[in-house]
């Protein structure tokens, strides 16, 4: 699951650069965003990168900047890849008619 995060945030670099403007989330923090929006914790995702858990720290606050959320649920909800409109959240449909 791990390793499918990293290839589709890989992937999703170019396209965060033209949807969010500047400054656009590295293809890293793209990496760490899909990675703790699977709900990875910061020392699976440092040994899955190869990178230590202080630089894990350091990419989850850019990414909460520059998303301007205050933690990682509003990050994941504030990123177009993941945000959800009223048709695409399970359960009923919270806009069907009452009828």
Do not use: Y
């Not at 923090?29 to 699976?44: D, I, K, R, S, Y």
């Not at 040994?47 to 959320?69: C, M, N, P, Q, W």
Request: aromatic fraction near 6%; proline fraction near 9%.
């Amino acid at each position: 699951m791990v390793g499918l995060a990293r290839q589709q945030a890989a992937g999703r670099a170019r396209i965060d650069q033209a949807v969010l403007g500047e400054p656009p989330l590295t293809g890293r923090e793209l990496q760490v965003l899909a990675m703790f929006a699977a709900g990875t914790p910061n020392h699976a995702i440092a040994g899955e990168l190869f990178i230590t858990v202080d630089t894990v720290k350091k990419h989850v606050s850019h990414v909460l900047g520059k998303l301007s959320a205050a933690n990682r649920t509003e990050a994941v909800a504030a990123h177009p890849t993941w945000a959800c409109s009223p048709s695409t959240v399970p359960g009923p449909d919270p806009v069907a008619p009452w009828w």
